[in-house]
């Protein structure tokens, strides 16, 4: 989810963390003696295109896919824990759920933290504010344990919503954002960072398998790549700046006509957006070639012409990424055919795309924070 405008930062003073971070570590069980493991260590750094992670301290967490719209995945908050569903965003940095600090009608929901029940909450002082494309919410910071699966982070900055406004008919309650700690609202270390500099996680990289149509079978994953999602060799994609899941892409063609991106773009890989977007009149465009027609605020096309329409290709990085017609074109809940292209709301200087869901359910996704680079292969 791309959060929209930049209000002032606030400055933040992190929780203070000193109780260590349990792991299930089953490679420093079955590599015992030290020196076996160290040689392994050594071989197998960041030889990610090579080697297979499981049976190591990956930690590889199950997401739900509710109708191709969003993924969303349990986390808990809280001594004892208290359960979220939320959405594990690349696009935005902070972590925040509902919580009882909102009394307001908008934000009455039956899932919300109550910190009176955690003995290992702390509150503070820090509020922030994020837009997002789909809704704005208001917070404070709090410190508590969070969980995800097995991964384990105390006294964890996150955000308590108190007010909200617009996300109302979504089915997640919260967002963990997985953006570089620098895009964050809040100032707030996030989780994965914080996880990271503990040595919870043994490579500082995490990867994502969306699944199509299927509620069950997404998954996000910490602490390596699990081959056995993705064919083939990943490609690796510098990024833009440290700071930024964004890459360069190369153009977006229709067979060998360029349709849009024809100096280059740039493209925010983006897990927590549903649909492609770009700006207007390039989208616009792309809607005329795939022939659809505006209905409300979706671009319809009959389902019966699916089979007929054209792949349209990404190329990032020299490499070709097609997304055929069966991907770009989605149904919604009265099994009509629409486009998954949409206008992007903010506009910048430069043009920039966000390559969302409907990309990333075709490529497995890797987000290599130690060198800042995402790496790119098709799915199983
Ligand atoms: C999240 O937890 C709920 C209830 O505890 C469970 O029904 C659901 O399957 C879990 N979701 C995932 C993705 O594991
Ligand atoms: C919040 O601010 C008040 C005064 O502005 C201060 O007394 C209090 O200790 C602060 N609480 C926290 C948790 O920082
Ligand atoms: C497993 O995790 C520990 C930290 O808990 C880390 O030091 C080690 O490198 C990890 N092992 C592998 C094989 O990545
Ligand atoms: C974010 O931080 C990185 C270092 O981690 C830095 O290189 C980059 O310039 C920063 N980006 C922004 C937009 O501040």
Excluded at 85 to 94: I, L, N
Excluded at 317 to 330: D, H
Aim: positive net charge.
């Amino acid at each position: 989810m791309k959060w929209l405008v930049l209000l002032g930062l606030v400055a933040f003073s992190e929780c203070i963390v000193k109780i260590p971070l349990r792991r299930v570590k089953t490679m420093r069980k079955t590599l015992s003696g030290k020196n076996m493991l160290k040689n392994f260590l050594k071989e197998h750094a960041y030889r990610l295109s090579q080697i297979s992670f499981r049976g190591s301290n990956l930690t590889i967490h199950p997401l739900r896919n509710i109708r191709n719209l969003v993924y969303m995945g349990n986390i808990t908050i809280g001594t004892p824990p208290q359960e979220f569903q939320v959405v594990f965003d690349t696009g935005s940095s902070d972590l925040w759920v509902p919580s009882d600090f909102c009394t307001s009608p908008a934000c009455s929901t039956k899932i919300m933290f109550r910190h009176l029940q955690s003995s290992t909450f702390r509150p503070t002082n820090k509020t922030f504010r994020i837009a997002y494309e789909s809704g704005r919410m208001k917070g404070v910071v709090a410190c508590d344990t969070v969980r995800i699966g097995d991964l384990v982070s105390t006294d964890q900055p996150f955000g308590l919503r108190v007010a909200e406004y617009g996300f109302g008919h979504w089915r997640f309650d919260g967002i963990l954002g997985l953006n570089y700690p620098n895009l964050s609202r809040s100032g707030a270390i996030p989780i994965f960072d914080k996880l990271k500099n503990e040595g919870a996680i043994s490579e500082p990289v995490f990867a994502f398998y969306l699944s199509k149509d299927k509620q069950e079978g997404s998954v996000v994953m910490f602490g390596g790549v699990d081959h056995s999602y993705y064919k083939g060799e990943l490609n690796w994609v510098p990024l833009i700046r440290a700071g930024d899941w964004s890459v360069h892409m190369d153009r977006i063609i229709k067979k060998r006509e360029v349709i849009a991106c024809s100096d280059g773009c740039s493209a925010l890989v983006d897990t927590g957006t549903t649909l492609i977007q770009g700006p207007g009149r390039l989208v616009n465009k792309i809607q005329k070639l795939i022939g659809n027609k505006l209905r409300g605020s979706k671009h319809y096309v009959s389902c019966s012409v699916v089979n007929t329409l054209p792949s349209i290709i990404f190329t990032i990085n020299g490499i070709n990424y097609p997304v055929p017609a069966q991907a770009y074109i989605l149904k919604d809940s009265r099994g009509y055919c629409y486009s998954a292209f949409k206008e992007k709301r903010v506009r910048g200087s430069t043009e920039s795309w966000l390559l969302s869901d409907v990309f990333l359910r075709l490529y497995f996704s890797v987000f290599d924070r130690g060198n800042d680079r995402i790496g790119l292969a098709p799915s199983v």
